[in-house]
């Protein structure tokens, strides 16, 4: 059967990255998106927007909702101090395994949890399987109307904590209305919004980040 566009993006990635270089990674999968096959990863331009919010955050505890192909988990596994590690959520199998040997590739595999499953589960077990109390960094790339809902499950799960930065993809592009309206509005958030455009095309999006005020 013919191969999945997350399987060829793999294959890229073996053939023109260079093991243990995160780098390499990032650039291969670039590079595949760029000339031959575009995909839902963050990119690069609003993925060096991601690494200076991650490099300014420092964080101790990270999650990521919608690994995908493990882009942005390989992104944000690079610039993690040693020691840290982040846990990113993931309910398609297939996509789960294509992440795995990408993180892996990167010879990031020791700093990432992959958790496969739905987050709506997933969040509710953070603590106790994890041993995290709150988190200081959350990226938001998964369904975006399921961006809303799992903040609000964060707050009630006592996720986060006074100075907790969410970080959410795709706010303009395909959009996350409802999102940005709670976090805009919301006295317990402070919202940012930092323009670019859609991975490897003109079309505008942007990333909101929004740090809980407790
Ligand atoms: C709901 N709970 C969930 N729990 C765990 N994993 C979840 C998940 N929801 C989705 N996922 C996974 O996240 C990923 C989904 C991401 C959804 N992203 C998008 O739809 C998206 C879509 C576009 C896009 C933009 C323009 C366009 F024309 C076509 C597509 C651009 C992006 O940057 C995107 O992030 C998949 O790997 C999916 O299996
Ligand atoms: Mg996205």
């Known amino acids: 059967t013919r191969s999945t566009r997350p399987q060829r993006m793999l294959k ?8 243990g270089n995160p780098e390499s990674v990032i650039s291969a999968i670039d590079y595949f998106c760029k000339n031959s096959e575009w995909a839902m990863n963050v990119g690069d331009e609003k993925g060096s927007i991601l690494d200076s919010v991650v490099t300014e955050v420092n964080p101790s505890t990270v999650l990521e909702l919608g690994t995908y192909c493990g882009y942005s988990t390989v992104r944000i596994a690079r610039l ?14 297939a996509y789960a395994a294509v992440a795995r040997q990408i993180i892996a590739y990167a010879g990031l ?11 709506s589960e997933l969040i509710p077990q953070i603590k106790e399987r994890f041993g995290i109390t ?9 369904w975006k109307d399921r961006y809303l809902p799992d903040i609000k499950l964060f707050e009630e799960c006592g996720l986060l904590r006074k100075g907790s930065v969410l970080l959410a993809d795709n706010v ?7 999102y940005l309206e709670y976090v805009r509005n919301s006295p317990h958030y402070e919202s940012r919004y930092y323009p670019a455009h859609l991975e490897y095309t003109k079309v505008e999006d942007g990333l909101e980040k929004s740090v809980f005020l407790g």
């Open 12 to 19: 890229a990635v073996q053939k023109n990255a260079t093991k």
């Open 80 to 93: 993690l101090s040693p020691g840290t590690k982040l846990i990113t959520l993931e309910f398609n199998p």
């Open 109 to 119: 595999q020791d700093k990432v949890t992959l958790v496969e499953g739905p987050s």
């Open 134 to 142: 709150t988190f200081d960094f959350i990226f938001l790339d998964h």
């Open 172 to 178: 303009i592009c395909p959009g996350t209305p409802e």
